[in-house]
Nanobody
Framework: QVQLVESGGGLVQPGESLTLACAAS????????MGWYRQALGKRRELVAR???????NYADSAKGRFIIFRDNAKNTVYLQMNSLKPEDTAVYYC????????WGQGTQVTVSS
């Protein structure tokens, strides 16, 4: 069982930056593929970015060049740095931990609006 707690969401203006954090409860955090997903109102949950235990990353096309996912295994935490935010980035952002079985956090709201 892995418990995930996201933080860092909020209301920002277009063009601003925000960094989300996801703290995991397990000390074996380093062996999990960690991901950030988002779900906008009325839409399906979609992958934003993932990072493997070895540090390899992949991003949704909408996130490439603007978002950065990174992890600190010593702190059992994965981050999502979001730059140049757009109104279409508005969504609930969820953290995931995947090792065959997928665990989810409760989500954190990000709203981009002027």
């Amino acid at each position: 069982q892995v418990q995930l707690v996201e933080s860092g969401g909020g209301l920002v203006q277009p063009g601003e930056s925000l960094t989300l954090a996801c703290a995991a409860s397990r000390s074996t955090f380093s062996i999990y593929v960690m991901g950030w997903y988002r779900q906008a109102l009325g839409k399906r949950r979609e992958l934003v970015a993932r990072i493997t235990p070895g540090g390899s990353t992949n991003y949704a096309d909408s996130a490439k060049g603007r978002f950065i996912i990174f992890r600190d295994n010593a702190k059992n935490t994965v981050y999502l740095q979001m730059n140049s935010l757009k109104p279409e980035d508005t969504a609930v952002y969820y953290c995931s931990a995947d090792r065959g079985l997928v665990y989810w956090g409760q989500g954190t709201q990000v709203t981009v609006s002027s």
